[in-house]
T-cell receptor
């Protein structure tokens, strides 16, 4: 069965500093990988996804992630954090389900705090 | 698109009562998913519909839980004889009839259930 580990429960960075959120996955086949962000009172919003091809993927809001098969990792990065980036970030791996579609397995999340 | 909507946004109930939640997916999205998120955890997959057919259910979905999608549009999730352990955020997501295992799920804001 697939699994996702996000080793950092909380991270605090200063506004303008760079950010890296770690994600390690376990999956037997080619992984479909996602990063979502969740703000209080709002649903999960997709930041970026990886299916195949270029291992460095660009997402919305200036985020990027790099897929490293050898390390089973899919870390999320941003060169300069803004105060509005404070939220909870979830990494997920997708597995196919009967009839098509995609069952997501999420990590436990990383809560990002941004200091002004 | 108006996005995925869920009602109610909050529900407080007493143990032993039945509750029903509704999810309206993005129009023309034929795939619909239910997840449950408890405090400090990532969302966990509950069940999946393609059109009106319920194609997969998690072992997390006990006999007290039932989900329907009668006309392939909105879906309902009912919990009978609620228990305090059912307290959680119930998330709905939908995806279009395109990529199969690579499709992107769009999440609603969730229904927060509190069982007293």
């Amino acid at each position: 069965a697939q699994s996702v580990t996000q080793p950092d429960i909380h991270i605090t960075v200063s506004e303008g500093a760079s950010l890296e959120l770690r994600c390690n996955y376990s999956y037997g086949a080619t992984p479909y990988l996602f990063w979502y962000v969740q703000s209080p009172g709002q649903g999960l919003q997709l930041l970026l996804k990886y299916f195949s091809g270029d291992t460095l993927v660009q997402g919305i809001k200036g985020f990027e992630a790099e897929f490293k098969r050898s390390q089973s990792s899919f870390n999320l990065r941003k060169p300069s954090v803004h105060w509005s980036d404070a939220a909870e970030y979830f990494c997920a791996v997708g597995a196919g389900v009967t009839g098509g579609g995609n069952k997501l397995t999420f990590g436990t999340g990383t809560q990002l705090k941004v200091e002004l | 698109d108006t996005g995925v909507s869920q009602n109610p946004r909050h529900k407080i109930t007493k143990r032993g009562q039945n509750v029903t939640f509704r999810c309206d997916p993005i129009s023309e999205h034929n795939r619909l998913y239910w997840y449950r998120q408890t405090l400090g955890q990532g969302p966990e997959f509950l069940t999946y519909f393609q059109n009106e057919a319920q194609l997969e259910k998690s072992r997390l979905l006990s006999d007290r839980f039932s989900a329907e999608r009668p006309k392939g549009s909105f879906s309902t999730l009912e919990i009978q004889r609620t228990e305090q352990g059912d307290s959680a955020m119930y998330l709905c997501a939908s995806s279009p009839p395109s990529g199969g295992s690579t499709d992107t799920q769009y999440f609603g804001p969730g229904t927060r259930l509190t069982v007293l």
